[in-house]
């Protein structure tokens, strides 16, 4: 235990101080290291005008991996530039990577603040991961949040690859059964939902890795189209994972799982939702309490169709 401490410790040292020399910073830049998930990185982007507020005078670089990029560029108006870095042990870069501040790299993720115990306050007193990113960044929760811009370009190509999919305009239902982040919902209930809601003439499409777990055709699209396309569709149903940050801001009728998780002290709904961290989205945000009774999600999926979205909570 001790000797592998002390090895993770090293490495992290080590690893710092290369990546020390490879991201060169400017006397006014102040470096965002976002290593971990997509909702993670976005909740950082989210907040970038707030720490411009907080360090006027200067400018921020984010250091990301590859596979962030798609995701930084809705906000690259609050940044001013960006540094692919991907390295397997990233992630114990912490102890080095601790200062905000003027020519300095930080390293945002509040899940290695205090030896490692930050989230294990997640939901005592309502406390949210925006909550926790908001304290480690120095930011108050009143300031405002950043806004993402998608750019024509992208808006124009995300719409020519929807007709060459043939999507029917506003008449697809994106499901993204898959997370990362909460319990996975069973295909109970996503099968059954996705024949009931071809019967209801409408089309529909899976993000999944495994082509044949699901019966329906399969989608993939690069991160920075996911607004657009899925404006173009109409709707969405996803569980909460960090794909739901990203698309979160997109004008159509989406819908985010949540595990009724209510054996647990906090909740994923209590923690993650948008409703709890007070980030603006037409979703509607559902709590699914038996993954069996299709019934009753079905309905309540037909109710809120009939609506305009208001990120609205419903208990299955």
């Known amino acids: 235990m001790v000797l592998s401490s002390l090895y993770r410790l090293i490495r992290g040292a080590i690893g710092s101080f290369f990546l020390k020399r490879i991201v060169s910073l400017t006397k006014n830049e102040i470096g965002l290291f976002c290593v971990y998930g ?40 609050y940044f001013n530039r960006v540094i692919i870095f991907d390295h397997p042990y990233a992630k114990s870069f912490f102890p080095f990577l601790s200062s905000l501040s003027s020519q300095s790299i930080f390293y945002s993720h509040p899940s290695v603040y205090f030896w490692g115990s930050s989230l294990k306050i997640l939901g005592y007193k309502n406390i949210t991961i925006l909550d926790l990113y908001r304290f480690i960044l120095g930011v108050k929760s009143n300031d405002l949040l950043g806004v993402p811009h998608t750019s024509r370009e992208i808006c124009k190509s995300a719409q020519n690859r929807c007709k060459q999919l043939s999507l029917p305009q506003a008449k697809t239902v994106i499901l993204v059964p898959e997370s990362g982040v909460t319990t996975p919902i069973s295909q109970d209930v996503w099968i059954p939902l996705g024949v009931w809601l071809q019967k209801q003439r409408l089309s529909v499409v899976v993000m999944s890795r495994d082509q044949k777990k699901y019966p329906f055709p399969t989608i993939f699209f690069p991160l920075e189209e996911a607004i657009p396309i899925i404006e173009y569709c109409g709707f ?81």
């Open 38 to 77: 997509l909702g993670d990185t976005y909740l950082t982007c989210l907040l970038l005008p707030a720490l411009k507020k907080r360090f006027p005078n200067c400018r921020f670089v984010l250091i990301i991996p590859k596979y962030h990029q798609d995701v930084v560029k809705y906000f690259r108006h």
């Open 236 to 316: 969405l149903i996803a569980t909460r994972s960090g794909f739901c940050d990203v698309i979160s801001s997109a004008k159509a009728k989406m819908f985010f799982l949540y595990p009724g998780d209510h054996e647990q002290r906090s909740t994923t709904f209590d923690i993650y939702s948008f409703k709890s961290m007070g980030v603006p989205t037409e979703a509607n945000e559902f709590i699914i309490n038996n993954s069996n009774n299709t019934a009753s999600l079905k309905k309540a999926f037909v109710k809120a169709m009939s609506h305009r979205p208001s990120s609205r909570i419903t208990r299955i």
